[in-house]
């Protein structure tokens, strides 16, 4: 389990020429009749490292890129985090597949781009097993040599597709949303009071707490707010976490999935992304009881929902109103950093485990 209150620097790769990417236009057909677009990509065969990422987009609806329109960005330009984190997985080696979570001919997606017809969490499930299922049917990479990265509710889903494909080598949560069934109310509560406490005892307010600022110094190494957190947790999981292993739909939570199966996963959350970072130290505290060693989580400072910078303000549609609290930067590219090594890593695990 590691707690990371910062990433590395980025290194230097070296980029594969878009002329040298093969694209795979795919398609799939749910029981509605309703036609989702998405697409292959694949690096040079020399390139290849013999395993594949397909990417799951977060909320209920998400375009090819995980679009976010201008009026939301920073920058008053469209961010595509899904794109750039293709390219990047695509120059380590990986085959990556996208995949459009807005069926073909939307009309409400059609008149505007913040717009979708939003279908039921369940349908969202169905759409990303026939997307597996279609990934699987173009024998790119072995079935079972396929890693799943959830952004947000994305994670949820990802958790439910390893449940029923245990095999799966790893999942990467980005944001990871609805993951524990937990008191919500209470999770906030414990978490503020921990944090308070952290400050209180950081006595040279150097941002750890040292073997004697703590009250509990079980061991010399010095912890991070995050860590605290998450121990302060341990001691009363009874407060906050509701004893259910499945939701109402039937589909059993990410975190008995991740302890079930043993499937090494990352989780990476923005410090500001006050609702998911409570649920990570949640679902840190929750593999720890479990003695699952494969989970790991990281929290990067100053980072928002979408994992880059965040720019407090409401954000006023002409149409709609008040659409957001905040403007969001691109996705950090030390966290797109991150993700790569961590995968490369499991790949030659993975590999010398064969």
Not at 329 to 340: H, K, L, M, N
């Given at each position: 389990?590691?707690?990371?209150?910062?990433?590395?620097?980025?290194?230097?790769?070296?980029?594969?020429?878009?002329?040298?990417?093969?694209?795979?236009?795919?398609?799939?057909?749910?029981?509605?009749?309703?036609?989702f677009d998405g697409l292959i990509e694949v690096p040079p065969e020399e390139s290849r490292n013999g395993y594949a990422v397909m990417m799951l987009g977060g909320g209920l609806v998400s375009g090819l890129d995980w679009e976010?329109?201008?009026?939301?960005?920073?920058?008053?330009?469209?961010?595509?985090?899904?794109?750039?984190?293709?390219?990047?997985?695509?120059?380590?080696?990986?085959?990556?597949?996208?995949?459009?979570?807005?069926?073909?001919?939307?009309?409400?997606?059609?008149?505007?781009?913040?717009?979708?017809?939003?279908?039921?969490?369940?349908?969202?499930?169905?759409?990303?097993?026939?997307?597996?299922?279609?990934?699987?049917?173009?024998?790119?990479?072995?079935?079972?040599?396929?890693?799943?990265?959830?952004?947000?509710?994305?994670?949820?889903?990802?958790?439910?597709?390893?449940?029923?494909?245990?095999?799966?080598?790893?999942?990467?949560?980005?944001a990871g949303a609805s993951l524990v069934n937990t008191d919500e109310q209470e999770l906030s509560q414990l978490v503020e009071q921990a944090q308070t406490e952290f400050h209180e005892q950081d006595r040279n307010q150097d941002?750890?707490?040292?073997?004697?600022?703590?009250?509990?110094?079980?061991?010399?190494?010095?912890?991070?707010?995050?860590?605290?957190?998450?121990?302060?947790?341990?001691?009363?999981?009874?407060?906050?976490?509701?004893?259910?292993?499945?939701?109402?739909?039937?589909?059993?939570?990410?975190?008995?999935?991740?302890?079930?199966?043993?499937?090494?996963?990352?989780?990476?959350?923005?410090?500001?992304?006050?609702?998911?970072?409570?649920?990570?130290?949640?679902?840190?505290?929750?593999?720890?009881?479990?003695?699952?060693?494969?989970?790991?989580?990281?929290?990067?400072?100053?980072?928002?929902?979408?994992?880059?910078?965040?720019?407090?303000?409401?954000?006023?549609?002409?149409?709609?109103?008040?659409?957001?609290?905040?403007?969001?930067?691109?996705?950090?590219?030390?966290?797109?950093?991150?993700?790569?090594?961590?995968?490369?890593?499991?790949?030659?695990?993975?590999?010398?485990?064969?």
């Amino acid at each position: 389990m590691i707690i990371s209150a910062c990433l590395t620097s980025l290194s230097a790769q070296s980029t594969i020429p878009s002329a040298e990417i093969e694209t795979i236009p795919i398609v799939f057909m749910d029981s509605k009749k309703r036609i989702f677009d998405g697409l292959i990509e694949v690096p040079p065969e020399e390139s290849r490292n013999g395993y594949a990422v397909m990417m799951l987009g977060g909320g209920l609806v998400s375009g090819l890129d995980w679009e976010v329109p201008p009026i939301l960005s920073i920058s008053g330009n469209w961010i595509r985090d899904g794109k750039t984190i293709s390219t990047a997985l695509l120059n380590r080696g990986f085959i990556v597949m996208r995949w459009r979570s807005i069926y073909r001919g939307d009309p409400k997606f059609a008149k505007d781009p913040l717009m979708a017809d939003s279908p039921r969490f369940e349908e969202t499930v169905a759409h990303a097993r026939l997307a597996l299922a279609r990934f699987r049917k173009q024998k790119t990479v072995p079935a079972d040599n396929i890693f799943l990265i959830g952004r947000s509710l994305g994670a949820r889903r990802a958790t439910i597709l390893l449940a029923e494909n245990p095999k799966l080598p790893g999942l990467v949560f980005l944001a990871g949303a609805s993951l524990v069934n937990t008191d919500e109310q209470e999770l906030s509560q414990l978490v503020e009071q921990a944090q308070t406490e952290f400050h209180e005892q950081d006595r040279n307010q150097d941002g750890k707490l040292g073997q004697r600022e703590r009250a509990d110094p079980e061991s010399r190494k010095d912890i991070d707010i995050h860590e605290h957190t998450i121990r302060q947790l341990s001691k009363s999981p009874e407060r906050w976490r509701v004893a259910k292993v499945k939701d109402r739909f039937g589909f059993p939570f990410g975190s008995e999935t991740i302890n079930a199966t043993r499937t090494p996963t990352l989780s990476i959350v923005g410090s500001l992304d006050k609702r998911w970072v409570a649920a990570s130290y949640a679902m840190c505290a929750v593999q720890r009881a479990y003695d699952n060693d494969q989970f790991s989580n990281v929290v990067v400072e100053n980072l928002g929902h979408h994992l880059g910078q965040e720019k407090a303000g409401q954000v006023t549609h002409p149409k709609f109103g008040v659409i957001s609290n905040a403007k969001v930067g691109p996705i950090d590219p030390a966290v797109i950093e991150r993700i790569c090594n961590w995968l490369d890593e499991k790949t030659k695990t993975s590999e010398s485990g064969k």
